[in-house]
């Protein structure tokens, strides 16, 4: 399966490197019940413009709307225009017309544009890392651990790694759990905390998870979120 998945990626002379879609804009509501997380970028291998669009309830932690699109000839920033045009009217209905812009409280800085594999966290690891979510940091805990998964492209994973799931716990309290792994996170080896915006108690949390792509892993983006104590 490696050689097979090797000699096709040879084939796609355009490739570079894995998927990272930028974060584009995060906002929430008014009332801060819903958040919205956008992003964009040029997809690796065909050169495409790709934009997403997530919407969650900040109360009870569910993604209420995941939805992307491409377009081959239009660029990222059309993309993502036409997409929250489309999108418009759940938007409304969830005070996300526009909202209001988050400003992060956290980002952390990848050295490359291109992800790899050593950016996140394997299986059996752990981080914490402080954020000022008000006046003062708090904790934020990432940990990962190996997760049963019908993952097709085991031998594309780091050596001796498979899929994993993660726990993500602020000052102590638990605001995410893998119990499985969605179809998305397969194949999901590894992750890191890239983003965290608040408004009063609410927050959004932007991770990514590690997936096999060309030439390296691709960095898609997990969306969080939670009403803190």
């Known amino acids: 399966m490696r050689r097979l998945m090797l000699a096709l990626l040879a084939l796609v002379p355009v490739a570079e490197a894995g998927n990272r879609f930028d974060v584009r804009r995060v906002a929430f509501s008014p009332d801060g019940a819903r958040a919205l997380v956008v992003t964009g970028g040029v997809q690796d291998g065909s050169g495409f413009s790709t934009a997403g669009l ?4 900040t109360g009870t932690g569910r993604t209420l709307r995941e939805v992307s699109a491409t377009s081959q000839t239009g660029t990222v920033g059309e993309v993502v225009a036409a997409l929250l045009r489309r999108e418009r009217p759940l938007l409304a209905r969830n005070g996300l017309t526009p909202g209001r812009t988050a400003r992060p409280v956290y980002v952390r800085p990848f050295p490359v544009q291109a992800p790899v594999w050593t950016e996140g966290l394997r299986a059996g690891a752990g981080a914490t890392v402080p954020v000022r979510l008000w006046t003062r940091p708090v904790p934020v805990r990432l940990s990962v651990w190996p997760l049963p998964s019908s993952c097709r492209y085991r031998d ?3 050596q001796g790694e ?3 799931g993660f726990t993500l ?9 893998d119990r499985s792994l969605p179809s998305s996170r397969a194949c999901a080896a590894r992750y890191a905390l890239e983003r ?14 590690y997936t096999p792509g060309f030439e390296g892993p691709n960095a898609e983006p997990v969306v969080v979120a939670a009403t803190l104590r």
């Open 156 to 158: 594309l994973l780091p």
């Open 169 to 177: 716990e602020v000052g102590g309290q638990t605001v995410h759990l």
């Open 54 to 57: 997530t919407v969650v309830d």
């Open 162 to 164: 498979g899929p994993a």
């Open 196 to 209: 965290v915006d608040v408004q009063g108690n609410r927050a959004v949390f932007v991770l990514r998870a």
